[in-house]
């Protein structure tokens, strides 16, 4: 099953991919944790888009689709894939259409207020990636990943100016692309307001498994 994760930053697109992975045994793509790790390693292309990130803009399309193109030419995704963060602009999306074919797109549907309270309690393991929060879903131990023992830190990008920022970028440039697939039939819509595991049963019921 290929799938596209729509939705506002924060909605919780990557904890309902870890379940989701799990679910339908395809990976995940996170165009968000490519990037991340790319600065990490101080590579050429995660030193060409930290300014970008950290500021809460959107890198240019043709970055970001050529990078979407070369993953999605890997073994891995030959049974499917889930897209998390991609496309986040019109043009990206068209131009998937020239390389992949998309099954459904799953909207998350929730307020500026759900997204705010999710931000800016957001922690996130540097090795793993994994999403935890300050106040619903605090590591066990202070400041160190359940999953792998990597440290857990604010992103940049979840600092206050950097999240009004990408709200702003999200209605602009993200949200018309609820339309544009609902026009074509693909767009299901589900509630991402409430916790992460009640998501996943309406997921699995929006895509009748
Ligand atoms: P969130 O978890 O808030 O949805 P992501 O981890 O998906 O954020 O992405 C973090 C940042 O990476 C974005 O704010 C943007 O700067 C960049 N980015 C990720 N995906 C894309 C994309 N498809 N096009 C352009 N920039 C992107
Ligand atoms: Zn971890």
Redesign the pocket.
Known sequence: MKLIFL?????G??TLAVKAVEILNVPQI???????SAIAAQSPLGLK?KA??D???????E??IEL?KERLTQDDVKNGFIL??????IP?AQALETFSTIDKVINFDIPDSGVLER?GG?RVCRMCGF?FHAIFNKPSKEDVCDHCGGEVYI?D??KPE?VQK?LE?YREQTAPLIDFYREKGLLLDIDASPMVDEIAVSFKKALGL
């Open positions: 939705g506002p930053p924060g909605a697109k990557g996170s165009t968000g944790s490519i990037f991340r888009v970008i990130i500021a809460g803009k959107l890198v240019d399309d970055t970001t979407v998390d963060g991609f496309p986040r602009t990206q931000l957001r999403n992103r990008d979840d950097a990408r970028v």
